[in-house]
């Protein structure tokens, strides 16, 4: 079954660095992509969808690239402040169940 | 507004006690899910559903019930409550087919002592 490799379980940056977490994926019929952001103590927000083409998504100070031939998918903080320290996970839609792979997680720690 | 609500928020129990988590949501979501996560990790799936009344082991299900009676409500269920049950269960619903992303609730702190 598919598998989901996230890299690296834990990242600290200063403040105004950028900050980058990749998720690795085994099955290349995967078709849908999710990044969460999950605050000490509190649920997994939704950050970005991505779909089925390579693609770059911006939302509020990221950017998302999702490149199928690589079977790779990275969030990329571009300036990253304090509140952005939190846990990031990446999460995979793949094969005819519609199953949905998680991966174990980043977390992130923004320095000021 | 789409929603998903857990019940209850926070749990002691009693090691050998029955404990039922209850999930609600108002999305019209046909996947519903339970992970469980442990301090500091990743998200593990114990059961999850696509149709009212039919329910599907995870990852993990050892030790664990899932029960879901309508399209609204998923239940998880802990027969013989241990030790190492002890965590925080998060229950989703989504329709991934859909392009939905899941949509979680605030979760349970299940303490079992």
């Known amino acids: 079954g598919e598998q989901v490799e996230q890299r690296p379980p834990h990242l600290s940056v200063r403040e105004g660095d950028s900050a980058v977490i990749t998720c690795t994926y085994t099955d290349p019929n995967s078709y849908y992509f999710f990044w969460y952001k999950q605050e000490p103590g509190a649920s997994l927000q939704l950050l970005m969808k991505?779909?089925?083409?390579?693609e770059i998504n911006e939302g509020q100070g990221f950017t998302v690239l999702l490149n199928k031939k690589d079977t790779r998918l990275s969030l990329n903080l571009t300036a990253a402040h304090p509140g952005d320290s939190a846990a990031y996970f990446c999460?995979?839609?793949?094969?005819?169940?519609?199953?949905?792979?998680f991966g174990d997680g980043t977390q992130l720690v923004v320095k000021p | 507004e789409a929603a998903v609500t857990q019940s209850p928020r926070s749990k002691v129990a009693v090691t050998g006690g029955k404990v039922t988590l209850s999930c609600h949501q108002t999305?019209?979501?046909?996947?519903m899910y339970w992970y469980r996560q442990d301090t500091g990790h990743g998200l593990r799936l114990i059961h999850y559903?696509?149709?009212?009344?039919?329910?599907e082991k995870g990852d993990i299900p050892d030790g664990y019930k899932a029960s879901r009676p309508s399209q609204e409500n998923f239940s998880l269920i802990l027969e013989l409550a241990s030790l190492s049950q002890t965590a925080v269960y998060f229950c989703?619903?989504?329709?991934?087919?859909?392009?939905?992303?899941?949509?979680f609730g605030e979760g349970t702190r299940l303490s079992v002592l």
């Open positions: 991505v779909f089925s083409s390579t």
């Open positions: 999460a995979v839609v793949t094969g005819g169940n519609n199953r949905i792979f």
């Open positions: 989703a619903s989504s329709d991934p087919g859909a392009g939905q992303a899941p949509l």
């Open positions: 559903s696509y149709v009212a009344d039919s329910t």
């Open positions: 999305n019209n979501h046909d996947y």
